[in-house]
């Protein structure tokens, strides 16, 4: 066993360790600790969960890799998960905790009807599917790297371990396990970034001093073959970079496994200061994460540029075992490099080694590449098992004890959540072994199906009283049809031929299309039909004003 493989157990096996103690002494034996952890957890920690639930292996693994290949063009993902983060704290988060209930499709069903809560629950599960098979993937790369199994056998190793303690704690466990799960990744993320920093720069902080490195970083891009770092609009479209962003930035906003954490706090109050300390938690990674992926292509260019095959560094045949690293087979010397199989470079990464492997090609110690797989592995597990209790509950409590067994006792809508998440955990496994795209390239599906779908129905559904029924399920059907269609087209999935994209939008940014035919049908229709009951316009009311207010009107 290498250094590595025996520093990368240590970090990997410690921290497994921990949380399935978290989860053991958080166990529950009732609906409401299993779904919203009881309504009891402190502001300050469940802004961690919320960190950790939210930063999943797209931000951890595979965001600052693309950053590194899209060059400022990767701007869209910190500005559409961030934004959109901002804009769900402060436009749908504390009204949602006001409505009280355990899950979107239950607003949604309260809100409209039962016919809606259905669309909506079968949503939420498409949506929750798309993004844990992002995650499985994450850790899937950080075993067949560090531990030596194959991608398929990281993927399996990481579900049972998600499946354990998800299972067992629930809601309640889920949350304590993300709050120890964000203080192992953050570590991992900053360490390695600050003596990388200081290394290169001889200023240990990432976030001032990466800029010295640029115009020498946009010398080397462009002479191996790929875009300036610093380069706008080269590796995407114009429209297109604004249509991921909004899809991304409204998507958070309608996130189901996001929603639901601001359910666990004790109060309204509770919920608005959590998304304070979240956003503060989330910072710390957002804005190291274009500093990690100019350093990381600076060093790895540096390390290759014209270097014999038989010459190059270590760290190219640690990860060509895992398939992730290829060189063209007539190569003898490395001057072009790509992260596209089809551009015929020298040399070919994949964009979701960079973070994992910037430890690496930076030479740092052992111990410090350990914890980064640790890290990685903690923000695909945390974010896999708050969507895994999303597809859970939808399941069993929106669907099993709705339409099958209204009158399940709470220990059968338990049992029925455990096997619904076991189900879940399997149909995961294979998204993870076999995914249509990069890691944080798969997230962003997700994140646009839950664009068209969740936020203009939730934000209608609050602010405009007018909204029915009818309005609400033809909009989220449409939407959902329109931007899924669009994605298996674009990408040539389930047997589809693959096209070209429409008016240079890609199936990252088609959730921004999407939302807006959601919202244009949802309008439309609810103008044809009856407007709602009293009752429903009673209760819109009661979350939108205080108490007071709510009660004088």
């Excluded at 053991?24 to 502001?43: H, L, M, Q």
């Excluded at 909009?475 to 990408?491: A, E, K, N, S």
């Excluded at 299309?513 to 009951?533: D, E, Q, Y």
């Amino acid at each position: 066993m290498s250094s590595i493989q025996l520093w990368t157990s240590i970090a990997v096996g410690g921290s497994f360790l921990v949380y399935v103690i978290i989860a053991w002494r958080s166990r529950v034996k009732e609906t409401s600790g299993f779904y919203v952890a009881d309504r009891g957890i402190p502001t300050v920690a469940n802004g961690a969960a919320v960190a950790a639930d939210w930063m999943s292996a797209a931000s951890f693994i595979s965001m600052a890799g693309l950053i590194a290949f899209l060059g400022s063009d990767g701007s869209i993902y910190l500005m559409g998960w961030t934004g959109g983060y901002v804009l769900l704290a402060l436009l749908l988060a504390p009204y949602l905790r006001k409505w009280g209930k355990y899950t979107v499709p239950e607003f949604v069903g309260d809100r409209y009807s039962e016919g809606v809560r259905i669309v909506a629950a079968v949503a939420a599960i498409i949506v929750s599917f798309t993004y844990v098979a992002g995650q499985m993937r994450g850790g899937g790369i950080v075993f067949s790297r560090f531990l030596e199994l194959s991608v398929s056998g990281g993927v399996w190793v990481a579900a049972g371990v998600i499946f354990l303690y998800a299972v067992l704690g629930g809601m309640k466990g889920i949350t304590w396990t993300q709050v120890a799960q964000y203080t192992v990744l953050i570590i991992a993320y900053l360490i390695p970034a600050f003596a990388v920093a200081q290394k290169l720069t001889g200023i240990p902080i990432p976030q001032i001093s990466f800029g010295q490195i640029l115009a020498e970083l946009d010398a080397l891009s462009v002479e191996m073959g790929l875009k300036a770092y610093t380069e706008a609009f080269a590796s995407r479209p114009q429209i297109d970079v604004f249509l991921v962003t909004m899809s991304l930035m409204i998507g958070t906003a309608g996130l189901p496994h996001v929603i639901i954490r601001f359910y666990t706090t004790k109060s309204v109050r509770g919920a608005r200061y959590s998304a304070f300390w979240a956003l503060l938690f989330i910072a710390l990674l957002y804005t190291t994460a274009p500093a990690v992926g100019a350093f990381t292509k600076f060093n790895m260019l540096s390390e290759v540029q014209g270097k014999a095959v038989d010459a190059l560094p270590s760290w190219v045949a640690n990860w060509q075992a895992t398939q992730l690293v290829s060189i063209r087979p007539d190569a003898t010397v490395i001057n072009t490099v790509s992260n596209n199989p089809a551009s015929g470079a020298d040399l070919i990464l994949n964009n979701d080694i960079l973070v994992l492997a910037s430890p690496e090609i930076a030479g740092l110690p052992a111990p410090i590449v350990g914890l980064v797989a640790a890290g990685g592995l903690a923000a695909a597990m945390s974010t896999a098992a708050g969507l895994l209790l999303v597809i859970s509950s939808s399941f069993s409590h929106d669907l099993f004890f709705r339409l099958v067994k209204r009158d399940a006792s709470d220990r059968q809508r338990l049992l029925a959540g455990r096997v619904a998440m076991a189900i879940a955990v399997l149909i995961s496994v294979y998204a993870g072994i076999n995914p249509p795209a990069y890691v944080a390239q798969v997230v962003a599906f997700a994140f646009g199906l839950a664009a068209s779908t969740f936020f203009p129905i939730i934000v209608l559904g609050i602010f405009w009283k007018r909204t029915t029924a009818a309005g609400a399920a033809a909009g989220m059907i449409t939407g959902l049809v329109f931007t899924l269609f669009y994605m298996i087209w674009t990408l040539g999935l389930f047997g589809v031929a693959r096209h070209d994209h429409i008016f240079d939008i890609s199936p990252e940014g088609i959730g921004t299309i999407g939302a807006i035919v959601n919202f244009i049908v949802t309008i439309v229709v609810s103008k044809l039909t009856r407007p709602p009951a009293d009752r429903i316009v009673e209760m819109v009311e009661s979350i939108r004003y205080p108490a007071e207010r709510a009660a004088a009107k």
